[in-house]
């Protein structure tokens, strides 16, 4: 199927690069907003770590003191237009009308102002009219090239090399590898034995820094209480693992590098709307297993915690594990680019 997929691809190329060349030459207009803009995107359809290494960019760019908006498109979610997530004090909507990667960032970061638009360099202008945000950080924003940025990280999975992965729809890369030279950073993730093949693949194709990220678990949460659990006691226990994410097996395997024994393991379509069928499922899968514990991710949770789940077992076994971006290798490279970045916006006295 895949191969009989490939002229499509071709095709695909082919319309990305005209677009591409019609931003670069200036046939489509670019939007500049007056503060600055901060890009993480990639160049393949989900599963690079985006998510915590926004969250990471976020939390550094507070840690300064400094006011952020995050933009994001807000993926799946039931309305359209601009729709305010977070305006630094309370969160309006829930997942299914706002997104759940938004959702999940309003949640974490309740000081941060959080919009969606389809439209991003719309969204920018509002949150820049209403909030006077001091930053703006865009999520999934490698594409959305009507919004001119000022630091553009992509996040490329290290597991493999993007010259084997087939453009949609005959795989899941977004654009030709030659797109990597709009990159500012080549932030990789999941870093495995192939990873001297892919940054030489990024230097050939761009001359932005290489960095290393690595996702670390921090801690287990209960869903629906206070309930707080270590990772160092994790190690050993049995549990029942599931997600509806673009990379699963990333998150499977996170659970395994934990110490935990994965009875069973359940996969649902990335961003998937969660139903009392599916809750029915789960649970099963617990019972028939016997663990104490049913884990899945941060953005699966926030779709679940907006149900009305009354089973006593899946509320107290229910638990999210939460993960953090930390940068290994590279993390004086990005504090410099931000502080130069930031820098200028202080010069331009629009803040």
């Known amino acids: 199927m895949r191969k009989a997929l490939i002229p499509l691809s071709w095709f695909f190329a082919l319309v990305v690069r005209i677009r591409n060349l019609a ?9 500049r907003v007056a503060v600055p803009v901060v890009s993480v995107g990639n160049l393949t359809a989900g599963g690079t770590g985006k998510t915590p290494f926004v969250e990471f960019i976020v939390r550094s760019l507070l840690a300064k003191g400094m006011r952020v908006a995050v933009l994001s498109r807000g993926y799946k979610r039931k309305t359209s237009g601009t729709q305010i997530v977070s305006d630094g004090n309370t969160i309006y909507g829930n997942a299914e009308s706002i997104g759940d990667e938004p959702c999940q960032i309003a949640t974490k970061f309740p000081s941060a102002i959080v919009i969606v638009d389809e439209h991003r360099a719309r969204g920018a202008a509002i949150a820049v009219e209403r909030y006077r945000p001091h930053v703006i950080v865009l999520d999934d924003g490698f594409q959305h090239r009507s919004l001119k940025r000022d630091l553009d990280i992509v996040m490329i999975d290290g597991k493999t090399t993007l010259s084997r992965i087939p453009m949609i729809p005959a795989g899941i890369r977004r654009e030709p590898i030659s797109s990597l030279g709009r990159a500012n950073i080549c932030a ?40 707080t659990i270590q990772i160092h006691e994790l190690r050993g226990k049995a549990c029942v693992g599931f997600c509806g994410i673009g990379n699963p097996a990333s998150f499977r395997r996170t659970l395994e590098e934990v110490g935990l024994h994965v009875m069973d393991f359940l996969t649902f379509p990335d961003h998937h709307g969660y139903t009392s069928s599916d809750l029915m499922v789960i649970r099963k899968a617990c019972e028939e297993s016997r663990v104490l514990y049913i884990i899945t991710t941060e953005k699966d949770a926030v779709r679940l915690r907006g149900m009305q789940i009354s089973d006593s077992l899946l509320s107290e076994r229910c638990f999210v594990l939460e993960i953090e971006s930390s940068i ?24």
């Open 328 to 351: 290994v290798k590279g993390r004086a490279v990005v504090e410099q680019l931000l502080n130069n970045l930031l820098d200028r916006g202080a010069e331009w006295s629009l803040v």
């Open 23 to 31: 931003y670069d030459v200036g046939i489509f207009r670019v939007h």
């Open 188 to 227: 990789v993730s999941f870093a495995s034995p192939v990873r001297n093949e892919l940054v030489k693949e990024c230097e050939r194709f761009s001359s932005a820094p290489v960095i290393e990220v690595r996702l670390q678990p921090t801690k287990l949460l209960n869903m629906f209480s206070d309930r």
